[in-house]
């Protein structure tokens, strides 16, 4: 099946950019996603990239997908403080119904 | 429209007592999840079902029963809790539009078991 990894933790100053980072091992996913989690919710969709594109933007967000390596990230630019939360990276595998999650990166911005 | 809603919020079981969670959707979607999350092993799907009277284990069934009777509603029941079920329970419902499948989550419930 699929699997999903991330780093646990990021810390950056207010107004900087954060890069968070995700590799998945199923070449075969279609959709990826990001997921934002704030304290004491459940998640919510951040955005998403379909497997033919390189690049999406949407607003502050950036998110860069690299088939090749299978790696996925999401830039954030000018972080504020209420992008504090926990970050998952998902993906879909092609024929199935479910989509597998990664461990979360906490991202921890610094006034 | 209330969305994906759980019940209860907290709860607090001793070792071999049963208990059931209660997800309800109200956006006629088909998919619905279970999930469980712990620090620093992030969402592990539990059992999901992709329609009414339909259900599937995930990737950690064990222990843990489901039910879908009917299209809103998701019940996930523990039959003899374990300290190894404390964990915060999420319910997720799903539109599906061929292989995108867009997730809303349920705010969670917290389980204890001591």
């Known amino acids: 099946g699929e699997d999903v990894e991330q780093s646990l933790f990021l810390s950056v100053r207010e107004g900087d950019s954060s890069v968070i980072n995700c590799t998945y091992t199923d070449s075969s996913s279609t959709y990826l996603y990001w997921y934002k989690q704030e304290p004491g919710a459940g998640l919510q969709l951040l955005t998403y990239i379909f497997s033919n594109m390189d690049m999406k933007q949407d607003q502050r967000l950036t998110v860069l997908l690299n088939k090749k390596d299978k790696h996925l990230s999401l830039r954030i630019a000018d972080t504020q403080t209420g992008d504090s939360a926990i970050y998952f990276c998902a993906a879909n595998s092609g024929g199935y119904q479910k989509v597998t999650f990664g461990t979360g990166t906490k991202l921890q911005v610094i006034p | 429209n209330a969305g994906v809603t759980q019940t209860p919020k907290f709860r607090v079981l001793k070792t071999g007592q049963s208990m059931t969670l209660l997800c309800a959707q109200d956006m006629n979607h088909e998919y619905m999840y279970w999930y469980r999350q712990d620090p620093g092993m992030g969402l592990r799907l539990i059992h999901y079902?992709?329609?009414?009277?339909?259900?599937a284990k995930g990737e950690v069934p064990d222990g843990y029963n489901v039910s879908r009777l009917k299209k809103q509603n998701f019940l996930l029941g523990l039959e003899s809790a374990a300290p190894s079920q404390t964990s915060v329970y999420f319910c997720?419902?799903?539109?599906?539009?061929?292989?995108?499948?867009?997730?809303?989550f349920g705010p969670g419930t917290r389980l204890t078991v001591t």
């Open positions: 079902s992709v329609g009414e009277g339909t259900t």
């Open positions: 997720a419902s799903s539109v599906r539009d061929g292989l995108y499948y867009e997730q809303y």
